[in-house]
């Protein structure tokens, strides 16, 4: 078993890339080889009628990019996890789980064009204002699906036996009259040696979970310091930021798709914006754009993630805990303490650990704006 967080991080990072270049090769055999109209015209052939066509095209697509991605999905997802020893997972199980994430987003991907697409054929001029209201529907949706649909797909909740655990937790929320379901357990250590904690759900389905290896293995003020972590994002609404701050993104990426798309039509043969030959081209070019701009939102992230780190030292009092949490945290979970900065400016939307501990120990409550 392998234990150097660098030697295990270094690969991730060029299977990124590997990834990049084997999905710019496949669009643009896609695009410029012709393999999208072929693809199109196969499915049309196969289904008369358009919107089963369309479908029909999405699922060859699909499977096209799972084909090429599949041997570093098992690569890395796989036998990486189980050289370094973070993985508990059989093939069979981990194969099981890839099923499950591949028909989900399958599954939205059809939504998401079909809906796309008829505005594209119905509404040619504001198509992209429309489909980025719906992409911003729809993840409010999937954020309050997520604790009662799509995590138990993967996980089975637990009870907390730890009573004072669930106290000490319930007292952070109240305190700051914030709405909370319940506190559950989920069965990491099933899966992975890997510890970790989160709040999803918005409202009334809002709950904390806790993977049972953080149970385990973590104190109840170490436990607390994580909470009362999440619990500053719930507080500084840095979900609907994000939302918020993804759909304007979203918006001004589809624009671009929409100018790009209008004048590409003829270039690459397409019968109109609406030719769902064209999909290429939209994913190429969102792609491109949010390659971009992954610098520009880990910076933002990274800020909500310091203000969240004093929140909650500020709500526990307790810099020695959280000091505590984050080392064993990224011992337990292999983490880069600091990582080179060029990977920290592109890779990073936590700050490295190292900074946070750094900012722990400086920390003052007097110092700190409340």
């Known amino acids: ?132 209201l719906f992409w911003f529907a729809l993840s409010f949706v999937l954020a309050k699906l997520t604790p009662t649909v799509i995590v138990p797909l993967f996980y089975k909740y637990k009870d907390i036996e730890d009573s004072d655990l669930r106290a000490r937790i319930k007292k952070l929320f109240a305190d700051a009259r914030v709405k909370l379901g319940d506190v559950y357990a989920i069965d990491f250590s099933r899966k992975t040696v890997k510890a970790n904690a989160f709040i999803c759900g918005l409202g009334g389905s809002r709950r904390v979970v806790l993977s049972d290896t953080l149970i385990d293995n973590y104190s109840g003020p170490e436990i607390a310091t994580v909470v009362a972590h999440e619990l500053g994002h719930h507080c500084h609404r840095d979900i609907l930021k994000m939302m918020a701050i993804n759909s304007v993104l979203t918006f001004s990426g589809l624009y671009i798709i929409d100018r790009i798309l209008t004048r590409a039509v003829p270039y690459f043969g397409l019968n109109g914006i609406a030719d769902i030959a064209g999909l290429p081209l939209l994913l190429l070019v969102f792609s491109v754009y949010s390659l971009f701009l992954t610098p520009l939102l ?50 990073y939307d936590h700050p490295p650990l190292a900074k946070r501990i750094a900012f722990a120990r400086e920390y003052r409550p007097e110092g700190m704006k409340k």
């Open 1 to 132: 078993t392998h234990t150097d967080p660098q030697k295990y991080h270094g690969m991730k990072y060029r299977i990124y890339f590997a990834g990049l270049f084997l999905d710019a090769v496949l669009l643009a055999v896609l695009l410029f080889g012709g393999l999208s109209l072929a693809l199109r015209d196969y499915a049309a052939g196969m289904i008369g009628h358009p919107w089963g066509a369309g479908a029909l095209y999405i699922l060859l697509l699909a499977a096209l990019f799972s084909v090429v991605h599949f041997p570093l999905r098992v690569f890395l997802g796989y036998y990486w996890e189980h050289l370094f020893g973070l993985s508990k997972q059989s093939f069979p199980q981990w194969l099981t789980d890839e099923l499950k994430k591949g028909v989900l987003s399958l599954g939205l991907s059809l939504v998401l064009a079909a809906v796309m697409y008829s505005l594209l054929a119905s509404a040619a001029q504001t198509w992209w204002i429309y489909t980025g």
């Open 298 to 347: 880990n910076a933002v992230s990274c800020r909500m993630e310091t203000a969240a780190d004093r929140y909650s030292l500020e709500r526990t009092g307790d810099p020695q805990a959280f000091i505590s949490v984050m080392e064993k945290l990224g011992r337990q979970n292999l983490a880069e303490f600091r990582p080179n900065k060029w990977i920290e400016w592109f890779f």
